[in-house]
């Protein structure tokens, strides 16, 4: 029997000025029920990090994989890197640029995900990196830096003394309808039941296969690497980050409705499971279509993807406009994960109570902000992620 948890859901309002963001409203506190991340399937409460690792967090990705993101098929392929370009002197000479082909192939069937990495010249070992999953235009990621946007601003995280890299998830699978015909699906093709793999497990795979080619590279701290993005990109990072456990990092940024927030918040402003499985069919696993008309069946809550992070560390930014991501719903998944966390002797959040507009809540794993404006990934919120990594891995 599917054991729940009961919590109280303040309802939010927007106030355009000023720094009120959510008023509680007495007469409007629906009652939400979220599955208990701690108990099994079976009613089996788990009181130990063992018992997680062993039981319960494996139940809680197959169901993932069942029921929302599927599975990647079980078809071996081999993967292989090559530096295309190196420029020593980038950024006026901050900087090292490489360009990397991960290469991942099946028989004569292939894909190349081209990889843009930074690292400080100024560094006394390997670096932490943050690896952003691009889903806006490629000029967002311009390796040769004569287009600079707020989306990847990689002058400034090298700057503060880290690695920065970028690959774009047109080089997985197209963010389209028609992607399931071409990419990593023709790689590896498969007849397709309900839970077959879709484009947003695609893109998580393809960062694993990024990271694939940080464990070669001895300018990367490998046991300090960050996987983010934003919106889709943000589903993806979370998916992909609750999988490898690899990243020691993983940042959602507006990632919303199937990514941080709680599905089973029902709000006319905020972003439904129905409506992003109707404008995005092909996103999820057809079994996720199944609970359109019921999110209230699932047998998870986005809570419990975020637990699977622990004990490494999660973060996740909303904006204060972007009602349609829910960032109410995206800081209750934190607040309803921390018991993993505590599990592991890892304190959550150092509050329960939403930070203000422009402020940020930093615990030991766990790390939220929300940010004045729209959905968007900024300069500001990369500041936020630093300041965060800063204390992580115990920069000075």
């Known amino acids: 029997m599917m054991q729940f948890a009961v919590f109280f859901v303040l309802i939010s309002s927007f106030t355009a000025f000023g720094g009120e963001f959510f008023k509680a409203d007495p007469a409007n506190m629906p009652q939400v029920k979220l599955p208990d991340v701690l108990t099994t399937s079976a009613g089996q409460k788990i009181t130990s990090p063992e018992d997680w690792k062993k039981i319960r967090r494996p139940e809680v990705l197959e169901l ?7 599975r990647v098929p079980a078809i071996p392929v081999q993967t292989s890197f090559k530096v295309t370009n190196t420029d020593s002197k980038a950024m006026d000479g901050a900087a090292t640029l490489k360009q990397i082909a991960v290469n991942v192939a099946n028989g004569e069937k292939s894909i190349t995900i081209n990889v843009s990495l930074f690292v400080p010249n100024k560094r006394t070992g390997p670096v932490p990196i943050f690896l952003l999953i691009c889903n806006r235009p490629p000029k967002n990621i311009d390796p040769t830096r004569k287009e600079k946007s707020p989306f990847w601003p990689a002058e400034e995280v090298v700057a503060r003394g880290y690695g920065i890299a970028a690959f774009h998830n047109a080089d997985v699978a197209l963010d389209n309808k028609e992607s399931f015909q071409s990419g990593a699906f023709k790689v590896l093709e498969q007849e397709r039941k309900g839970d077959s793999w879709a484009t947003i497990a695609a893109w998580a795979w393809g960062a694993s296969r990024v990271m694939d080619y940080f464990e070669t590279d001895p300018d990367i701290a490998k046991d300090k690497v960050a996987v983010l993005g934003h919106s889709r990109g943000g589903k993806t990072a979370l998916w992909c980050g609750a999988q490898d456990e690899r990243f020691a990092l993983v940042i959602s940024n507006d990632s919303g409705c199937s990514g941080a927030a709680l599905s089973r918040r029902k709000l006319p402003e905020k972003e439904s499971v129905a409506r992003i499985n109707t404008t995005f069919p092909y996103w999820f696993c057809e079994n996720y279509k199944k609970y359109n008309d019921d999110v209230d069946a699932l047998p998870f809550d986005q809570h419990a993807l975020i637990a699977l992070m622990a004990p490494r560390a999660v973060y996740v930014a909303s904006a204060s406009q972007d009602l349609w991501a829910d960032p109410r719903g995206e800081f209750q998944s934190l607040i309803h994960a921390a018991p993993v966390y ?13 930070p203000a507009i422009g402020e940020a809540l930093h615990g030991e794993a766990m790390g939220y902000h929300i940010r004045e404006g729209k959905h968007d990934l900024t300069l500001v919120d990369w500041q936020y992620f630093m300041d965060f990594a800063d204390k992580l891995f115990k920069k000075k």
């Open 64 to 70: 993932f994989r069942q029921h929302e993101y599927g």
């Open 342 to 354: 505590e599990l592991f002797g890892k304190k959550g959040l150092p509050a329960s109570e939403m």
